[in-house]
């Protein structure tokens, strides 16, 4: 069962900042809540409390809240009322629709000298005959009852047939305690033959379970569970149609028996789920055999561009705008590039060899895409190439000859040429040096037009 603990207790004191000592006032509805302790413990000076549509069959643990002033247990499963001498501040105390019969219990109120309000509506002691002068007669204190003033005539008349009153509510109030024991006895026979039924469903679906894995455990697994779950399914739906289509009395026993099946069904629903997410297979990104695929799990639009000026490859991912980048996670590999998007992955194979090392990847600030640049592997400069299409295929031919002869005369030295360097030509190469790196650039070209008459200078190569 649900007791009320120190975390729900603080969660619902966030306007006094979770400090529970010093609450004043606390707001406990709707917890499913089957039993009422540690509150006179832990809150002390509470003046209201909210304990309304929750599963409390008893009012106890709230005798030491000796400033409570307004005690609401409205829709509950009390049957009768006690423990509240100790709330000497009490003046409204709300018990609508629970199962108080035991009319008599309310003379345990006698001693709540400032009680000024109460509500018993929807209660079945509210059927008897005398209910309202028997309440009025019993309780001095009271000013107002289920919401209608009592006047003092009213309080008068109730004091002068209260020895009538009092003998006929006790008559009843034993025909329904009587009735009350049946309906008990009746609620545990149910819930037994309930269980039983559930246990022998259990044990007859193991043994087919077990029979079922002998004949067919491999060659029919999957297509045996998925008849398995729509038969479960049906079983289930059958079973629910019962359940709610089933007169029962409304009682205590009846109400926690449908919150027990709600909260079994939804544990139900809860263990398909978290299985199915077990089951789910892994993604396969590389086969047995080394293979690795193509895949795109997220869904987003791409681009693989080969970029031959720069001699890399580009991915343009189109990964959402918002998308934190914390959430992103590149793996660039020599074949191939992996990015996980929220733990989706996105793998694509490569056209060629890159180098993982030297990629790069960046988001755009205006689509949020992802550019991861890529660059290859085999260093191919293609500039000069690009630049060669412009020209004539002899002045290309040229162009060759010239580098290879610059080349030669930079790695090699001819001895007819140079000759071992004296002083003073040392001098005069010193003072041409001086003069700047200019003018020494036009000398080393007009040199290279004397040996070669059809060579034309292209200031873009």
């Given amino acids: 069962f649900l007791s009320v603990t120190e975390e729900l207790v603080r969660r619902r004191a966030e306007h006094n900042n979770c400090e529970i000592f010093s609450l004043e006032e606390i707001s406990l509805h709707q917890h499913e809540i089957e039993k009422l302790e540690y509150l006179d413990k832990w809150c002390r000076d509470l003046k209201i409390l909210y304990l309304q549509n929750n599963l409390i069959p008893k009012i106890e643990n709230v005798g030491k809240l000796k400033k409570l002033e307004y005690l609401n247990v409205a829709l509950n499963n009390i049957e009768r009322i006690e423990n509240l001498e100790g709330c000497e501040e009490l003046k409204k105390l709300d018990l609508t629709a629970n199962f108080i019969g035991e009319l008599s219990s309310i003379e ?30 019993t309780l001095h204190q009271l000013k107002c009852l289920d919401s209608k003033e009592i006047e003092r005539s009213e309080r008068i008349q109730a004091l002068q047939n209260y020895p009538e009153v009092k003998q006929k509510i006790r008559e009843q109030e034993q025909a329904y305690l009587l009735n009350r024991a049946r309906e008990k006895e009746e609620a545990q026979r149910r819930m037994q033959e309930r269980k039983d039924k559930k246990q022998k469903q259990m044990e007859s679906k193991l043994g087919f379970d077990s029979s079922d894995s002998l004949q067919n455990k491999e060659n029919h697994q999957a297509e045996g569970d998925r008849e398995q779950e729509t038969w479960r399914t049906v079983e289930d739906d059958e079973e629910d149609r019962r359940f709610w289509e089933e007169p029962t009395p409304y009682t205590p026993e009846s109400r926690l028996e449908t919150h027990r ?17 077990r089951e789910k297979p892994l993604q396969t990104l590389v ?24 001699n890399q490859i580009i991915l343009d991912l189109a990964v959402y705008r918002h998308l934190d980048t914390s959430l992103l996670d590149v793996d660039v590999q020599p074949t191939y590039i992996r990015v996980l998007v929220k733990g989706k992955p996105f793998q694509l194979v490569l056209p060629e060899e890159v180098k993982p090392d030297s990629s790069s ?21 293609l500039a000069k190439q690009k630049v060669s299409t412009s020209i004539k295929d002899s002045d290309c031919n040229t162009l060759q000859k010239n580098a290879r002869s610059v080349q030669v005369e930079k790695l090699e030295v001819d001895p007819s040429k140079y000759s071992f360097p004296d002083v003073t030509k040392i001098i005069q190469k010193k003072e041409q040096i001086g003069q700047g790196p200019i003018r020494l650039q036009p000398e080393m070209i007009t040199e290279t037009k004397k040996s070669y008459v059809d060579f034309e200078n292209n200031e873009d190569v």
């Fill in 287 to 310: 086969t047995a055999e080394g293979k690795v695929l193509n895949v795109n799990v997220p869904k987003l639009h791409f681009s693989l561009k080969d970029d031959e000026e720069n």
């Fill in 261 to 277: 099946y709600i909260e079994e069904k939804r544990r139900a629903k809860d263990n398909i789920r978290e299985s199915k997410k």
């Fill in 108 to 137: 345990a109120l006698k001693y709540n000298i400032h009680l000024k309000e109460l509500f018993l509506v929807g209660n079945p002691c509210t059927e008897f005959e005398g209910y309202r002068q028997f309440v009025v007669a």
């Fill in 361 to 381: 990847a960046k988001r755009s600030q205006t689509t949020g895409h992802l550019v991861v640049s890529m660059p290859k592997a085999k260093e191919i400069i």
